[in-house]
């Protein structure tokens, strides 16, 4: 979300990136004031905390552009104001909605930040810093957490009649001490405390202590952490009976024989364990091993019906491709019959056309005839030669048609060997990929067979 101005978060680094090389170019004029950077603040998780920061002499803060932010952090801005308004576009996402400003205090040059629910990750060095004043402001956050301690009874120390004692406390930052005291308030001796840190920075603190029988048995734990001045302590009253009475020989005995009782029933107790386990896992095992027959059934299951409809879809295919073949071989034969009925009509035109020569020929020759007989008269030779002429044009008349209708004949048979040879090729076309197809669907049945054979040899 941007601010009034709708400057991008492009611009602001370019702001700060020239401004930080102008301080830079200006170094021989004056450095950058840091001002008492040694401030600790201290603060437990879950509260919030002010990170103070004032301006001096005091002046008007309300429009002025500054940064808080942690070097160590990328992003390091942990709030940002510009030009007066705040602007969150490069936050740090561990920040936005836990940090803030006091608006009414800036006029007074009051620029502290407050940190609301503080969390161990909080911890660390912030600089307040202020562009155009040239000044940076450091302040380190101590973000602190604590737990009480609890102590147990641990066993009894045989060699001085005594009893041991362990405390032990986990969640404390920083790293925490601790000590014994007796019921006067006096610091006991105790071996050294082990100390250890998590995986989420927190330590865990254990001591073990050994009370001898006294007037007063009042044992107190303490754990305490001087850098947040936090203090933690427990107390217990260790009984009378809970000490080792003088040894004697039956006391000895009594305790031998509650040792090896002990002992024997803690073996008994991890044998029927170790038992119990062992059953739990062979029932596990076969439990598994149950549910994997019956994955494999199911798998088996379904490779053969998967199978099933390949081998249905091939033999569909095959018939297909029988088919077609029977097809293409009766276009085939049409065709050739076809082929053959257009040389039978290409003979017939020809004898036409040879019959029309002849009938012309016939024609002249009588013509020629009648012209050359004088004997007859000229009324008689025009009606013979008349008539014959009569004959002859509707003899050529007819084998006009005849030839004609060849004529189409022969185009028809033209036109039905075109689309014969076009309906073989479709059907070739179209039997090419249905042998693609087929060979496509025999490769995934080789592969069921695969999945099949190694199926059962996995089971």
């Known amino acids: 979300m941007a601010h009034k101005g709708g400057m991008s978060s492009v611009n602001l680094l370019f702001i700060i990136a020239v401004i930080d090389f102008l301080l830079l170019m200006s170094a021989c004029k004056g450095q950058l004031q840091e001002i008492d950077s040694s401030q600790s603040v201290t603060a437990m998780v879950g509260e919030d905390v002010v990170l103070p920061c004032h301006l001096e002499p005091p002046k008007d803060a309300s429009q002025m552009t500054l940064e808080w932010g942690r070097p160590d952090l990328k992003p390091r801005f942990v709030f940002v104001r510009l030009d007066g308004q705040e602007y969150p576009d490069d936050q740090n996402e561990a920040y936005k909605g836990r940090s803030s400003m006091f608006p009414d205090k800036l006029k007074n040059g009051d620029i502290s930040l407050k940190l609301s629910d503080v969390r161990h990750s909080d911890n660390g060095r912030y600089r307040c810093y202020l562009p155009k004043e040239k000044k940076e402001y450091f302040v380190t956050l101590v973000a602190g957490s604590v737990s009480s301690p609890d102590i147990s009874i641990a066993g009894l120390d045989a060699s001085n009649s005594g009893v041991m004692l362990d405390c032990s406390s986990a969640g404390w930052y920083p790293e925490p001490d601790v000590f014994w005291l007796d019921g006067e308030g006096n610091i006991m001796s105790a071996g050294p405390a082990e100390k250890i840190r998590g995986s989420d920075g927190l330590y865990r603190v254990s001591s073990r202590v050994t009370v001898e029988k006294r007037h007063n048995n009042n044992v107190t734990c303490r754990v305490q952490?001087?850098?947040?001045?936090?203090?933690?302590?427990?107390?217990?009253?260790?009984?009378?009976?809970?000490?080792?009475?003088?040894?004697?020989?039956?006391?000895?005995?009594?305790?031998?024989?509650?040792?090896?009782?002990?002992?024997?029933?803690?073996?008994?107790?991890?044998?029927?364990?170790?038992?119990?386990?062992?059953?739990?896992?062979?029932?596990?095992?076969?439990?598994?091993?149950?549910?994997?027959?019956?994955?494999?059934?199911?798998?088996?299951?379904?490779?053969?019906?998967?199978?099933?409809?390949?081998?249905?879809?091939?033999?569909?295919?095959?018939?297909?491709?029988?088919?077609?073949?029977?097809?293409?071989?009766?276009?085939?034969?049409?065709?050739?019959?076809?082929?053959?009925?257009?040389?039978?009509?290409?003979?017939?035109?020809?004898?036409?056309?040879?019959?029309?020569?002849?009938?012309?020929?016939?024609?002249?020759?009588?013509?020629?005839?009648?012209?050359?007989?004088?004997?007859?008269?000229?009324?008689?030779?025009?009606?013979?030669?008349?008539?014959?002429?009569?004959?002859?044009?509707?003899?050529?008349?007819?084998?006009?048609?005849?030839?004609?209708?060849?004529?189409?004949?022969?185009?028809?048979?033209?036109?039905?060997?075109?689309?014969?040879?076009?309906?073989?090729?479709?059907?070739?076309?179209?039997?090419?990929?249905?042998?693609?197809?087929?060979?496509?669907?025999?490769?995934?049945?080789?592969?069921?067979?695969?999945?099949?054979?190694?199926?059962?040899?996995?089971?």
């Open 225 to 459: 952490q001087k850098d947040i001045n936090q203090t933690r302590e427990t107390h217990i009253y260790v009984q009378d009976g809970s000490f080792i009475p003088p040894p004697d020989c039956s006391v000895s005995i009594s305790f031998s024989v509650i040792l090896g009782l002990t002992l024997l029933l803690g073996v008994a107790t991890f044998i029927w364990k170790w038992r119990q386990t062992k059953i739990s896992i062979k029932k596990l095992k076969d439990k598994v091993n149950e549910e994997q027959q019956q994955l494999m059934a199911e798998e088996k299951q379904n490779l053969a019906e998967k199978k099933s409809k390949l081998e249905e879809e091939l033999k569909n295919r095959n018939k297909d491709q029988i088919s077609i073949d029977q097809q293409i071989e009766a276009f085939m034969k049409m065709s050739k019959e076809l082929k053959e009925q257009k040389i039978q009509l290409a003979d017939q035109k020809e004898e036409a056309e040879k019959m029309v020569e002849e009938d012309e020929r016939k024609l002249k020759a009588v013509d020629d005839e009648v012209r050359n007989q004088m004997g007859d008269t000229v009324e008689k030779r025009a009606q013979r030669y008349l008539k014959l002429k009569e004959l002859i044009t509707e003899s050529n008349d007819r084998l006009e048609k005849i030839k004609k209708a060849h004529q189409n004949v022969e185009l028809m048979t033209e036109k039905l060997m075109g689309r014969t040879c076009d309906e073989v090729t479709n059907l070739k076309e179209r039997k090419q990929e249905i042998e693609n197809h087929l060979v496509e669907k025999q490769k995934q049945l080789k592969e069921i067979d695969t999945d099949g054979i190694s199926l059962l040899r996995k089971k």
